[in-house]
């Protein structure tokens, strides 16, 4: 079979300098599961990828960067994407994304017509190229099919502050996104729910998650921190339920730190906090290796988020599959998008009263046996069930079922 698979995933050491560089960073989960993804697709038996990128960076000045040259990125060992150059200026950029990838799958489409095994696979919902994959798969009897991790209707509403340009854009690039959300032969879904609220009726698979299970391998011998650390890396933003964390932990009793690694627009009262509590680490935003590393160092993980918010039926949290593969416990609240199975293997509350998350928290730091071993099976089950190639051979025979 004949895959041309779009997305924005590039080379690693790309993606660090870029986010080394940049004022406003690219966010780290995409890459992430892009590249466990296409490293999945590298060993499923007959399947022939062509990969195409549109480079996740901020548009100049948010990035150092005004032209995004074209070239070719090695992914993995045997899979390299093309990278459609771009002007990094509002509005060209997405012009030179949409007609530069229409460009290379009409060239895939016309020298593969007679091939009855073939489809495009597109990851996430990007309105200046869909609308291109879209019209050029109908034009040439391809089937079309789109990986969502965030549906459309909640796209760009993280954060209620800003420039008004910027809201401006989001709200345009969200109403695109929602006329053309149903205009997919199939889809790749997080979480059961996303289906009624993307395309109803249409074929779909669900996933939750993809574990490149070899991103801890140079880390096994790492050192648990004394004291012990509660840790939560991703975005800062109070959607998120970052307030909750900072909120819970002001209450623990526990001689422990807390860790934040990441940006969003709750940072400014994070920093106000640890000012008041030397107990409370603001990282900021780092590299990939060193969040790994502390997550193999911290003695509890966090992903503690508000569950009466709609969204969290629409989302399974990305961050969750790296927690647990790192073997440290996991307390996360239990949300609508994570399936029951995998609360055999993490500490959940259902509420977000933050006294009583607290006293849950104090008493699970005096259990450090029990801590070790529920990790350790946390580990297990997705190093098992979800890693990359389980997961990427389960969407392959979902699309090779449907072209």
Known sequence: MKLFYFGSVCAQDVFNKTVSESKTPPSASAQNFETALLKGFSACENLNITAVSAESIAMYPGSNRIFLNKRLDAIVDNVHTNIVPAINLPFIKQWCHGNGTAKLLKKWLKENRDDSEKCVLS????????????????????????????????MF?????????????????????????????GYVFLTEQMSDAVAPNKPYVVIETIADTEIFKSLENTQKSN???????????????VDLIVDMF????????????????????????????????????????????????????????????????????????????????????????IPEEYYSFVYSVNEN???????????????????????????????????????????????SHNV
Not at 173 to 184: D, H, I, P, T
Not at 234 to 239: A, F, N, P
């Open 353 to 399: 009263d933050t006294e009583k998350i607290a006293l849950l928290v104090d008493k699970i730091l005096k259990t450090p046996d029990e801590m070790q071993k529920l990790g350790e099976n946390a580990k297990n089950f997705v190093t098992e069930n979800k890693n990359c190639f389980v997961q990427a051979e389960k969407i392959r025979e979902f699309v």
């Open 123 to 154: 990851y996430g919902l990007y309105p200046a190229v869909a609308k291109k994959l879209q019209k050029l798969c109908k034009k040439y009897n391809c089937k079309c099919f789109c990986l969502i991790t965030d549906i459309p209707k909640t």
């Open 227 to 241: 004291p012990p650390a509660l840790m939560y890396a991703g975005s800062l933003y109070k959607k998120f339920g």
């Open 250 to 337: 002001k209450k623990v009793e526990a001689d422990c730190e807390l860790w934040l690694f990441g940006s969003g627009d709750y940072e400014d009262e994070i920093k106000k906090s640890a000012e008041i509590d030397n107990r409370i680490k603001f990282f900021g935003r780092v590299s990939r290796d060193t969040v790994l590393k502390a997550e193999k160092e911290a003695t509890l993980l966090l992903n503690l988020r508000n569950s009466d918010d709609t969204y969290t039926k629409y989302s399974f949290p990305s961050k969750m599959v790296e927690y647990m593969l790192s073997g440290t416990p996991l307390l996360t609240t239990a949300l609508d998008g």
């Open 157 to 185: 509403t993280y954060t209620t502050t800003g420039n008004p340009l910027k809201k401006l854009f989001g709200k345009a690039y969200r109403e695109s996104a929602v006329k053309l959300q149903s205009g997919f032969d």
